[in-house]
């Protein structure tokens, strides 16, 4: 059954009517040729969802009414936020839609300092529409109930200044693997609790600049290692998700 997003809350809807417009209307009765009688799950800010039934359809949109709500938890017990050196080609991308699928709650790239990719402020725009399009995408094909946000940043000093904002951060270092360093990790995902936060910071294909590992440690970061073997940057992350998820909802 399709999924939709809609920029409000359960509340918010349920008193002005549930309904689907613009790009959404479009695909569902355009695209999917959903009728009257069709239902569909709509998930709203607050992380509620129900299951939709399609009662009326208009020229600019379909009306429904709620039929049940969904029940089962989809998000990561805890909010994962992913922080990536700008890597060449579509890699972020990849890390954005797959990372949704795995259950990461935001999206952070910045300029890091061996990161090739320059973009400026007009080119981080248009980034920025393309990469959330894809989130909200992926949040739908997996059926989650948040979708996650983005953050393109122009400086990695704009890194810097939220780092405090997170209960715990994490460096995925390269030289840290290459030493064998395996503990971090683990120790991490055994002392962090339900709903706390979590940042974990990779970098580009030329790996990190000393200097930024030491102004991210000066910051309260921690360097671990992802195993024995070295990742590409667009693998990396999403070992790291897999490893949460599998630690915190499947053990």
């Known amino acids: ?5 809609l920029n409000e809350t359960y509340e918010v809807a349920k008193e002005q009517g ?21 239902c569909c799950y709509l998930a709203f800010q607050d992380q509620q969802a129900i299951v939709g039934e399609i009662t009326h359809v208009t020229a600019e ?19 994962v936020t992913i922080a990536c050196g700008y890597p060449k080609g579509d890699k972020l991308e990849w890390i954005i ?17 061996t990161s090739v990719v320059k973009w400026d402020q ?42 405090n904002e997170f209960d715990h951060c994490l460096i995925a270092y390269e030289e840290s693997a ?17 709903t706390e936060s979590l940042l974990l910071i990779f970098g580009p ?16 970061a921690k360097r671990c290692g992802l195993g024995p073997r ?5 693998t990396a992350p999403l070992y790291a998700l897999s490893t949460i998820s599998y630690q915190l909802e499947l053990m």
């Not at 839609?97 to 300092?113: D, H, N, R, V, Y």
């Not at 980034?127 to 990695?156: D, G, N, Y």
């Not at 000093?157 to 939220?162: A, D, N, V």
């Open 122 to 163: 007009k080119k981080l725009q248009k980034k920025q529409q393309r990469f959330e399009k894809i989130a909200k995408e992926a949040a739908e094909q997996s059926h989650r109930t948040l979708q996650p946000t983005v953050q393109l940043l122009l400086a990695t000093t704009e890194l810097y200044q939220q780092i």
């Open 1 to 5: 059954m399709q999924r939709y997003f």
């Open 18 to 38: 549930f309904s689907l417009i613009g790009e959404d209307y479009h695909h569902a009765v355009h695209v999917m040729r959903m009728e009257v009688g069709d």
């Open 230 to 234: 070295i990742l590409r940057a667009e």
């Open 61 to 79: 949109k379909a009306e429904l009414k709620e039929v049940q709500k969904e029940n089962q938890e989809k998000e990561l017990p805890v909010e």
């Open 178 to 194: 290459k030493q064998g360093e395996t503990k971090q990790l683990v120790k991490t995902l055994q002392e962090i609790q339900p």
């Open 97 to 113: 839609q797959k990372g949704t699928e795995l259950g990461a709650c935001q999206f952070i790239g910045f300029p890091s300092q």
């Open 205 to 220: 294909e030329g790996g990190f600049h000393p200097s930024e590992i030491e102004k991210l440690e000066q910051l309260g």
